[in-house]
């Protein structure tokens, strides 16, 4: 069976987009076994790399399958016309939209470009399957019925929370069947925690929010100061002598100077502090997991980076900007989160240092939290074995 996948990156920079990709296909192999079929995927986005389809495959030890790059471009017909007769290949094509861009949040032209891959597949007349992301919300009323277009024209809509569940059912006439994200089945190898004379806890700050999103002017709507809640929040970590303060980069770039870089943010912060340990700039979402895995108690303000710690047993703290940290996590039972767009700068670091001084609650309660998560997962294992093996007949 060809499977087409839209809106993941095995090349990103950013570790959440690939740990997306690694996970879905994870998961996509899974049903493939149960299946007795072999899987190809279509990958089709930009930038996909040669050498990481090679590291993806190795890393998830995929031999059989075939992982094909298909480079798109919107400017040019005759590319236009090629990914349509790519996408004829195809048996279904599965779209994650990088998990939170089916939204104008980030801006309208990112969504209409986003928009643009669903209407190649449905001019190709190929099943269109939703997988879980956030849905919503949208600004503007273009956006908006585009979104319903791409809805109601799906064969199958899934959502990683209830809150978008109910956004799209608010104005779309398609189920929606809620499962929760697929990077809670990412794996990873499990070791010690770095030290054991202090507590190990990790800090990931966001380049993004930390420059005022891609327009530098609290794009996002922040009601905290985040680079001063940060600074304040590593100053009480250090001075409490209680802990080893790791600080955790999941956007890696390139360029130094990008906006989304978490790398700058980091090193900013350790040159106040010299004290923090900065992680290293991670090749695969996987190797993010594994180190993310050794830590006591892990804060993070990009999501996957907050799953990955939260599915491999941390105790977790996420930093919200965006409702998709919220829907997340209530959907699963997990209301510790610290919610940026809401709460003043001394009530965002107050309640911080309240569930850092509870961590074993929040782990009692993450514990369960993680059960339902892996339940989760199966029902859309569950779902998709008996989608995809109707398509194959």
Same mark, same amino acid.
């Given at each position: 069976?060809?499977?087409?996948?839209? $809106?993941?990156?095995?090349?990103?920079?950013? #570790?959440?987009?690939?740990?997306?990709?690694?996970?879905?296909?994870?998961?996509?192999?899974?049903?493939?076994?149960?299946? +007795?079929?072999?899987?190809?995927?279509?990958?089709? !986005?930009? =930038?996909? +790399?040669?050498?990481?389809?090679?590291?993806?495959?190795?890393?998830?030890?995929?031999?059989? %399958?075939?992982?094909? %790059?298909?480079?798109?471009?919107?400017?040019?017909?005759?590319?236009?016309?090629?990914?349509?007769?790519?996408?004829? #290949?195809?048996?279904?094509?599965?779209?994650?939209?990088? $998990?939170? &861009?089916?939204?104008?949040?980030?801006?309208?032209?990112?969504?209409?470009?986003?928009?643009?891959? @669903?209407?190649?597949?449905?001019?190709?007349?190929?099943?269109?399957?939703?997988?879980?992301?956030?849905?919503?919300?949208?600004?503007?009323?273009?956006?908006?019925?585009?979104?319903?277009?791409?809805?109601? @024209?799906?064969?199958?809509?899934?959502?990683?929370?209830?809150?978008?569940?109910?956004?799209?059912?608010?104005?779309?006439?398609? @189920?929606? *069947?809620?499962?929760?994200?697929?990077?809670?089945?990412?794996?990873?190898?499990?070791? =010690?925690?770095?030290?054991?004379? /202090?507590?190990?806890? !990790?800090?990931?700050? %966001?380049?993004?929010?930390?420059?005022?999103?891609?327009?530098?002017?609290?794009?996002?709507?922040?009601?905290?100061?985040?680079?001063?809640?940060?600074?304040?929040?590593?100053?009480?970590?250090?001075? &409490?002598?209680?802990?080893?303060? *790791?600080?955790?980069?999941?956007?890696?770039?390139?360029?130094?100077?990008?906006?989304?870089?978490?790398?700058?943010?980091?090193?900013?912060?350790?040159?106040?502090?010299?004290?923090?340990?900065?992680?290293?700039?991670?090749?695969?979402?996987?190797?993010?997991?594994?180190?993310?895995?050794?830590?006591?108690?892990?804060?993070?303000?990009?999501?996957?980076?907050?799953?990955?710690?939260?599915?491999?047993?941390?105790?977790?703290?996420?930093?919200?900007?965006?409702?998709?940290?919220?829907?997340?996590?209530?959907?699963?039972?997990?209301?510790?989160?610290?919610?940026?767009?809401?709460? =003043?700068?001394?009530?965002?670091?107050?309640?911080?240092?309240?569930?850092?001084?509870?961590?074993? /609650?929040?782990?009692?309660?993450? @514990?369960?939290?993680?059960?339902?998560?892996?339940?989760?997962? /199966?029902?859309?294992?569950?779902?998709?074995?008996?989608?995809?093996?109707?398509?194959?007949?």
């Amino acid at each position: 069976m060809r499977i087409g996948l839209f $809106g993941v990156n095995i090349s990103s920079e950013n #570790k959440g987009v690939m740990a997306l990709a690694y996970s879905q296909i994870v998961i996509l192999q899974s049903v493939a076994d149960k299946m +007795n079929e072999q899987f190809d995927y279509y990958l089709f !986005g930009f =930038d996909q +790399n040669i050498k990481d389809i090679d590291l993806l495959k190795n890393v998830l030890k995929i031999h059989n %399958s075939k992982i094909i %790059s298909i480079q798109m471009g919107y400017k040019s017909i005759s590319k236009t016309l090629n990914v349509i007769k790519i996408l004829k #290949k195809c048996d279904v094509v599965l779209n994650l939209t990088g $998990g939170d &861009s089916f939204s104008d949040i980030y801006g309208v032209k990112r969504f209409i470009l986003n928009s643009l891959e @669903n209407k190649y597949v449905f001019l190709a007349k190929i099943p269109l399957i939703m997988s879980p992301q956030t849905y919503g919300p949208f600004k503007t009323k273009i956006c908006k019925h585009i979104s319903k277009k791409i809805i109601e @024209n799906s064969i199958f809509v899934f959502s990683r929370d209830e809150i978008s569940a109910k956004y799209l059912q608010s104005y779309c006439r398609n @189920n929606v *069947h809620i499962v929760t994200d697929v990077a809670f089945d990412l794996p990873y190898e499990k070791k =010690d925690v770095f030290h054991g004379d /202090k507590i190990d806890i !990790g800090l990931n700050l %966001s380049g993004l929010l930390w420059n005022g999103g891609y327009t530098g002017k609290n794009q996002l709507g922040l009601t905290i100061n985040y680079r001063e809640y940060c600074s304040k929040l590593v100053r009480y970590l250090i001075e &409490s002598n209680k802990y080893h303060v *790791h600080l955790i980069p999941h956007v890696i770039c390139q360029e130094y100077s990008n906006c989304e870089n978490d790398v700058s943010a980091c090193e900013e912060i350790s040159r106040l502090y010299p004290e923090c340990v900065v992680a290293p700039s991670f090749r695969t979402p996987i190797e993010a997991k594994n180190y993310i895995s050794r830590m006591n108690i892990f804060m993070g303000s990009r999501m996957h980076a907050t799953i990955a710690s939260f599915s491999s047993g941390v105790v977790t703290i996420p930093v919200a900007y965006s409702r998709k940290f919220i829907g997340l996590f209530r959907n699963l039972g997990y209301n510790y989160v610290i919610d940026a767009c809401n709460m =003043d700068d001394d009530e965002a670091y107050n309640e911080t240092i309240n569930y850092i001084n509870n961590a074993e /609650k929040l782990k009692s309660v993450g @514990n369960g939290s993680q059960e339902k998560a892996n339940k989760l997962i /199966k029902g859309y294992k569950s779902k998709l074995l008996k989608i995809l093996t109707e398509i194959g007949r």
